[in-house]
């Protein structure tokens, strides 16, 4: 059975389980104003350093530590997030490989809750 649609704030009538125009705007400012405020990845500590220990993680670490996952690792994680810390950021015991799916959407959502 299908939902019926719902009225938006802004008083558009709008389908079941979509976002309306003036949501999706919203959402889009308020990304640009953070990226805005936001270190690029070089100052964040994302350098050729990093890119090095990265590529050397991952080839002796080349599958997926998200359970039941097991596909190619792409992306190395912090498992706990360094914020900066640079003691964090280099801890290779606080490294786990992901593949980019995993990464994008599981870990993400996991730290967001």
Not at 33 to 51: E, I, L, M, S, V
Request: hydrophobic share 30%; aromatic share 6%; proline share 5%.
């Amino acid at each position: 059975m299908a939902r019926p649609p719902r009225l938006c704030t802004c008083g558009k009538i709008v389908a079941h389980n979509q976002r309306c125009e003036c949501q999706t705007m919203q959402t889009r400012q308020r990304n640009k104003r953070h990226d805005r405020k936001r270190p690029t990845a070089a100052q964040r500590g994302y350098n050729n350093a990093w890119r090095k220990a990265r590529d050397a993680f991952l080839k002796i670490n080349d599958r997926c530590a998200w359970p039941r996952c097991g596909a190619l690792a792409t992306v190395v994680d912090h498992i706990v997030a360094h914020r900066g810390d640079k003691v964090r950021f280099w801890d290779r015991s606080n490294w786990q490989p992901l593949c980019k799916p995993c990464h994008d959407r599981r870990k993400q959502k996991q730290e967001r809750a």
